[in-house]
């Protein structure tokens, strides 16, 4: 495979498909992909870097079984466990990350979904962040109704995460609770509400490399435009706790995987960044446009200034679209 003439072809309109032969995506040299990688996100992404920041609404106690998880009621994992926020301290996260150069806020509830009773506390927390801040507002609430979506879309919000995590074929060996028909479902729903889908999920759960390339296509097929990549790191009480951890090798191969199969979409550098030596600076330099930052769920990623200082250092443009 000449990688240069398809990177030109991309450029020029195609795009891959599960009809390819992407095996080479296996076989070429790891620069020579990070480098035509990045020459895509220059061209479909630019040199802005969207940036978002998550609140643990609730955390802990989550009925699924979710292998990866701290937060599953089923893990022996020691997790931070609470019931749902005060409105004030997630109002005052968000307005303190706007005040940092944050471009999207987002509240993550464990669960398959919220209740009515915390459905209708985070309706009103965001409808008094979209009132009085700028920042963009995004939601991570499991399996929602066409209704929930739409309320949450007249509330102010602009996104909703809702992770595939695996390939359709491997998703069943880390969760039985739900399906991942499930999860297709659930983001049409979202999609149908006029909201854009961040949509990725958790490489190095034991998953081979046609795992992923069949990640990237379905998430290519569904129009996703903005694609979290999480590195496991094994927290000690869950069944994934001895998995050896993945390579930085292999976390830059599936991100220029993911942005060669999705060429216009945000690849988000999420969870796991303590598995790379820069804290991410080689991701970026390899087709990741976008990133989780802030202080996350389970696992530690970079601060806020942190993250801006290197993306600063590299050329990119941090400065907030609000």
Not at 169 to 183: G, L, N
Not at 231 to 259: A, H, Q, V, Y
């Amino acid at each position: 495979m000449d990688i240069s003439k398809l990177a030109d072809e991309i450029l020029a309109g195609r795009r891959l498909n599960r009809s390819d032969d992407l095996s080479f995506l296996l076989t070429t040299d790891l620069d020579d992909l990070k480098t035509y990688a990045d020459k895509l996100r220059k061209k479909f992404c630019g040199n802005k870097v969207d940036l978002c920041t998550i609140i643990s609404g609730r955390e802990g106690n989550c009925g699924e079984n979710c292998k990866f998880c701290a937060q599953s009621a089923r893990s022996n994992a020691k997790c931070d466990r609470h019931d749902f926020l005060d409105s004030d301290t997630i109002y005052n996260m968000a307005k303190s990350n706007q005040a940092e150069g944050v471009d999207r806020f987002g509240i993550v509830d464990s669960g398959y979904g919220p209740g009515k009773a915390d459905f209708e506390k985070i309706i009103a927390v965001l409808e008094r962040m979209h009132k009085d801040l700028k920042i963009e507002l995004c939601c991570s609430l499991g399996f929602m109704s066409s209704e929930q979506f739409h309320r949450l879309h007249m509330a102010g919000v602009t996104a909703i995460h809702n992770n595939i995590e695996t390939s359709r074929r491997f998703f069943p060996h880390i969760c039985t609770t739900h399906t991942f028909d499930d999860k297709i479902e659930n983001i049409k729903r979202a999609q149908a509400e006029g909201l854009t889908v961040c949509s990725g999920g958790i490489i190095g759960m034991g998953e081979n490399w046609d795992d992923r390339i069949d990640m990237a296509l379905t998430l290519s097929e569904l129009g996703i435009k903005s694609i979290p990549i999480n590195s496991l790191m094994p927290i000690k009480g869950t069944p994934l706790e001895n998995l050896k951890r993945i390579s930085e090798d292999d976390i830059l191969r599936t991100i220029t995987i993911f942005r060669f199969i999705n060429p216009e979409a945000d690849i988000r550098l999420a969870g796991g960044r303590a598995l790379m030596a820069d804290k991410g600076r080689s991701a970026f330099e390899s087709g990741a446009s976008a990133s989780i930052t802030g202080n996350m769920l389970t696992t530690s990623g970079s601060t806020i200034a942190e993250d801006r200082k290197m993306l600063s250092g590299l050329g990119r443009d941090i400065v907030p679209v609000i």
